[in-house]
């Protein structure tokens, strides 16, 4: 079973930043996209930003130019780089496989997820 354990959310104020980071169990980690996701209270979960094993990166409108995902196979972790935060940009945060046929082939598992609050 793959598991996912993020880490790093927390309060800041606007114009701030975070990073977060996510470390994968398992050792097919290195080989799939990995995205992060966001949900607010009362929103479906987001996917914000993706990186595929090669290192090619996409994202969200809402966050293009302000976050950065990168990934360290050897290390099976993903990290989100989050500059310029936004009140908006409250949620909780996620890491997981970026499609959804690979994610249903490992069980769509989700970890506890890391909270941002953006906020003075």
């Known amino acids: 079973q793959v598991q996912f354990v993020e880490s790093g959310g927390g309060l800041v104020q606007p114009g701030g930043s975070l990073r977060l980071s996510c470390a994968a169990s398992g050792s097919i980690f290195s080989i799939y996209p990995m995205g992060w996701y966001r949900q607010a209270p009362g929103k479906q979960r987001e996917l914000v930003a993706a990186i595929a094993s090669g290192g090619s990166r996409n994202y969200a409108d809402a966050v293009k130019g302000r976050f950065t995902i990168s990934r360290d196979n050897a290390k099976n972790t993903v990290y989100l780089q989050m500059n310029s935060l936004k009140p908006e940009d409250t949620a909780v945060y996620y890491c997981?496989?970026?499609?959804?046929?690979?994610?249903?082939?490992?069980?769509?598992?989700w970890g506890q997820g890391t909270q941002v609050t953006v906020s003075s």
């Open positions: 997981n496989f970026a499609t959804a046929t690979v994610r249903t082939h490992y069980g769509d598992y």
